[in-house]
């Protein structure tokens, strides 16, 4: 069974206001460490927070592959 990671990040947002952009990635990679390098490694601007372990059943949903990150869509 594939094991994941729920992470948000939150960064500068781009125009005039600069507010901060908060997105929730899913990481379909099973060391913690290694995932949230990853996701550094593609948003060095962001603050990242490991906020919990994703389930298989939500690695499915959104057809997150072994290796892998989805950002999520805002439920906004």
Do not use: H
């Not at 947002?13 to 996701?39: F, H, N, P, T, Y």
């Not at 949903?61 to 950002?71: T, W």
């Amino acid at each position: 069974m594939m094991k994941g990671w729920k992470i948000s990040t939150a960064r500068p947002g781009r125009g005039a206001s600069g507010a901060l952009r908060q997105e929730l990635i899913l990481v379909a990679i099973s060391d913690k460490d290694e995932a949230v390098r990853r996701v550094k490694e593609c948003l060095p601007d962001a603050e990242i927070k490991l906020t919990s372990e994703a389930t298989p059943d939500l690695l499915a949903e959104y057809q997150v592959v072994d290796g892998e990150m989805v950002v999520l869509p805002d439920e906004s």
